[in-house]
């Protein structure tokens, strides 16, 4: 009976655990890659109790591979974890923000509203936006000058007026932040369109050499809009299909209201995982 109980409130601590680092990380995308991590230990689990020992042996390594890989992705989400235990607040990730983060709508919307604007203005401007892992600065030809900056269109359009310094460069967007501006990026070497100029070949070479991230591009000359992935050009484009074509990239942000009933369910599988263990290796 006692270990039973013990059994019992191991599992509850884990269940813990996990539902402070979905609070914490907040994106679905990544949701799936701790789902992921957590058969894979279940896995390893069952095997062990199973008496498997390679298929033991083996996913229990894959398991602390796939846990440092995502020690690695999720870098800036666990180091706010450790920041809020270190200083005691945890307990702040149970509470209701008094500022909330902003909607991807909302966000794109800003993005989207400052693009339209500086096409009609026929200002030059180049964006990059990541879709999925922070990108590594050492790929940029330059990394620019660090802002760190709440994204607004007036803060875009002010960055791209010809009288700045930092006009000339590309900005770097992370979620609803302004990272950098005044970054240099690598000129593609695909052959192209004469009529493209080099903020378009720039664009096609740093999504050539990075997969996770888009670039969005206004012309100077013409005020058209495109956008580059995977190091090809989507032009020209309406604000209206830029928008579509953001919000089919970036996914929404998970509420803390739809947390709590998939970690219940998780929670009533481990438990009949655990159960049907027990039962089987009793047998």
Not at 139 to 151: E, I, K, M, T, Y
Not at 226 to 243: C, D, E, K, M
Request: net charge positive; glycine share 6%; aromatic share 4%.
């Amino acid at each position: 009976m006692l270990g039973l109980f013990v059994h019992i409130i191991d599992i509850a601590l884990v269940l813990v655990l996990i539902y402070l680092m979905l609070v914490v990380i907040g994106e679905r995308r990544n949701l799936w890659m701790i789902r992921g991590l957590i058969v894979l230990m279940l896995a390893a689990v069952l095997s062990h109790a199973l008496k498997l020992s390679l298929l033991g042996f083996v996913l229990t390594n894959l398991s602390f591979g796939a846990a440092v890989a995502m020690a690695f992705l999720l870098q800036a989400e666990i180091r706010r974890f450790l920041e809020l235990l270190g200083r005691g607040e945890i307990m702040q990730l149970f509470s209701p923000s008094s500022t909330p983060m902003p909607r991807p709508d909302s966000v794109i919307d800003e993005l989207v509203d400052a693009v339209r604007e500086l096409s009609q203005k026929r200002t030059g401007a180049l964006m990059i936006l990541e879709i999925g892992p922070p990108i590594d600065e050492n790929d940029f030809s330059v990394p620019g000058v660090r802002l760190n900056a709440d994204l607004s269109k007036e803060l875009i359009q002010t960055i791209f007026q010809t009288s700045t310094l930092l006009h000339d460069g590309a900005i770097l967007i992370r979620a609803s932040r302004i990272v950098a501006a005044g970054v240099i990026l690598p000129i593609s070497e695909r052959t192209a369109s004469r009529q493209l100029g080099t903020r378009h070949r720039a664009a096609m070479g740093i999504t050539e050499r990075i997969e996770n991230c888009l670039c969005i591009v206004v012309s100077e000359e013409t005020g058209s809009i495109s956008i580059a992935q995977r190091g090809r050009l989507n032009r020209p484009l309406t604000s209206n299909r830029l928008r579509e074509l953001l919000q089919e990239q970036f996914t929404p942000v998970v509420d803390s209201d739809t947390v709590a009933p998939e970690l219940l369910n998780l929670g009533r599988r481990v438990t009949g995982l655990w159960k049907w263990t027990r039962q089987l290796v009793k047998r």
